[in-house]
């Protein structure tokens, strides 16, 4: 069986600017698919090209079998897409943009829209003009989904959803893959995209740095801690736990930074009296940095 | 109203044709009610002759003395063609250009719908747009016509609405094409106005130089506007200015399919 998105050394110039440099990539069947990045790292620009908006300037892409040049409408058809910075029809109601891509499209059972735009709360009778940006983010959410495609690619989808309305569109992300589709969405931020995607690949400048499980990824991951003692902080016991790379202080406060679980830690912690616990979320850059150390340390 | 391309397209523009037809209509009527005192200006052949040639040429006045050539002069060889200009070009540059420029194509695009079809349904939207007004330019015509006895014949105004339709037709779909071809609006408007002024510099000076007027036949200004454009028959010139706007149109479409589209 085909790999639903297949990309060959895909190459992508802009000018002198080398935006996209060699990714291989290959994502199954009934995967969530996450892709990470920094801003500018070429992840929008690997989206375009396998929706089809972008000519890559080297190698190839195939999507669901189909090359994303040769047969891009073919493709098109069995994709559904929600651009970064998604832009309906101001004069346009919520539902008559949706009829015009429906009728575009053709195949779409208006039921799903109306239970769709339900489970997200959005009002399909007002203008797209007043609505507010996360109104807007779920008609875009909707018109990449209504026509139960074989394929997602979002780019940066939850821009502006509140969180229980992230939480649906996760849900409604996880139907997808249930029903056999594949999802493929990009975003900067790891917490947004642990929680739902089963592999993640991360990109930076154009490059595809890794590959890898969600759940090895986390295990990377360095994370910052402070940990508010109600004493001194007891610094050198800390520093003495296992996966702990940093420890700095001030005043009651240690600062941590600490590779994989934090169990551990905390036990260790935990006797010395802790006052307060602010756990910072794993950067995208820290994580990038451990795996060039490893990099560097194999070259 | 948006079951397709075309449907849409015709949707977006029925506001701006609305107000168009509503100025069209008001600039005939009230031109034409000036004809019954021009006409009676007792020495009106005595003052026209005193205008230099070219002038004469360009505005046909030595026609000035009947409604339809007061009406080719005052209206249909100036203040018509610029404003089917305006209305061809701007609304060709938003069509593509336009709603690349606003985001909204991104998505219309990864649709089954190519992007030949795209630009083809568009054309045919503003075809249509233009028909309309050009209508609204014929009608309004027989209407001043009638309503100031000016003696223009329906074939004569059915001919110079024509002409008006495709001077717009021949620029909005060069506008058209040229936003398929780049994604910008400014130069989606800014090389068909750039080439309408130079093919009206071209037809004037053809018609004041000498060594000019062997080009004159290549100016769209020409092929529109000599011996009319209110005229008895139908010109064969006309063919070229339709022949140019199919053509701008056939080189867009294979640029537009191979280009990337621009990200907002």
């Given at each position: 069986m085909h790999p639903v998105v297949e990309t060959q050394g895909l190459t992508k110039r802009f000018g002198p600017h080398?935006?996209?440099?060699g990714i291989d990539l290959s994502i199954a069947a009934g995967e969530i698919f996450g892709y990470l990045g920094?801003?500018?790292?070429?992840k929008t620009t690997t989206i375009r090209i396998l929706a089809g908006l972008l000519q890559p300037s080297a190698g190839r892409a195939a999507v669901l079998g189909l090359?994303?040049?040769?047969q891009r409408d073919l493709m098109q058809a069995r994709l559904g897409y929600l651009p970064g910075n998604f832009v309906g029809y101001d004069d346009l109601s919520g539902e008559q943009y949706l009829r015009y891509l429906a009728n575009l499209r053709?195949?779409?059972?208006?039921h799903v829209v109306v239970t769709m735009a339900k489970r997200l709360d959005l009002?399909?009778?007002?203008?797209i003009g007043v609505l507010s940006h996360g109104n807007r983010q779920k008609v875009g959410i909707v018109q990449a989904l209504m026509h139960h495609p074989e394929l997602v690619i979002l780019d940066e989808?939850?821009?502006?959803?509140d969180p229980i309305i992230q939480r649906e569109f996760l849900g409604l992300l996880a139907d997808v893959r249930d029903a056999g589709g594949t999802v493929f969405l990009s975003s900067h931020i790891l917490s947004e995209v642990e929680a739902v995607a089963d592999r993640v690949g991360i990109i930076r400048d154009g490059r595809l740095v890794v590959v890898e499980s969600v759940e090895r990824l986390k295990h990377r991951a360095v994370r910052r801690m402070d940990l508010t003692f109600v004493?001194?902080?007891?610094l050198e016991v800390l520093s003495s736990?296992?996966?702990?790379?940093e420890v700095t202080s001030s005043g009651s406060t240690a600062h941590l930074a600490v590779e994989g679980s934090t169990a551990k830690l905390l036990a260790v912690a935990a006797p010395h009296g802790i006052e307060q616990i602010v756990t910072h979320e794993p950067d995208l850059e820290e994580i990038f940095l451990a795996y060039y150390e490893r990099t560097d340390r194999l070259a | 109203m948006t079951a397709y391309v075309f449907t849409k397209t015709l949707r977006d523009q029925r506001r701006a044709l609305i107000a168009w037809s509503i100025g069209v209509t008001a600039l005939v009527v009230v031109e034409g009610a000036l004809w019954p005192s021009v006409r009676d200006m007792p020495n009106l052949d005595e003052f026209l002759a005193g205008y230099p040639d070219a002038l004469k040429e360009a505005f046909n006045l030595?026609?000035?003395?009947?409604g339809t050539g007061f009406l080719n002069a005052?209206?249909?060889?100036?203040v018509l063609p610029i404003l089917f200009l305006v209305f061809g070009i701007s609304r060709g540059a938003r069509l593509v250009a336009g709603e690349e420029e606003s985001g909204t194509l991104e998505v219309v695009l990864?649709?089954?719908?190519?992007t030949t079809r795209l630009l083809l349904e568009k054309a045919a939207g503003l075809l249509t747009a233009l028909c309309l007004l050009g209508a609204v330019a014929g009608v309004s015509t027989l209407i001043a016509s009638a309503l100031f006895s000016m003696g223009v014949s329906p074939a004569g105004a059915a001919v110079g609405a024509l002409s008006m339709m495709l001077l717009g037709l021949e620029y909005g779909f060069l506008a058209l094409a040229v936003g398929a071809m780049t994604g910008r609006r400014s130069l989606a408007v800014g090389v068909p106005s750039v080439a309408a002024v130079a093919a009206y510099v071209l037809y004037v000076g053809g018609l004041m130089v000498d060594s000019l007027s062997g080009w004159l036949a290549w100016s769209p200004f020409h092929q529109a506007?000599?011996?009319?454009?209110?005229?008895?028959g139908l010109p064969f010139r006309y063919a070229w200015m339709v022949l140019a706007a199919v053509v701008v149109v056939a080189v867009a479409a294979p640029v537009f399919a191979r280009r990337d589209i621009r990200a907002t």
């Open positions: 080398l935006a996209l440099d920094p801003n500018g790292a070429g090359d994303v040049v040769r053709g195949g779409v059972e208006w009002d399909l009778g007002r203008r989808p939850t821009t502006g959803l004493g001194a902080p007891p736990v296992a996966g702990v790379r | 030595a026609a000035m003395t009947t005052e209206l249909y060889t100036l990864v649709t089954p719908v190519s506007l000599s011996e009319g454009p209110i005229a008895s």
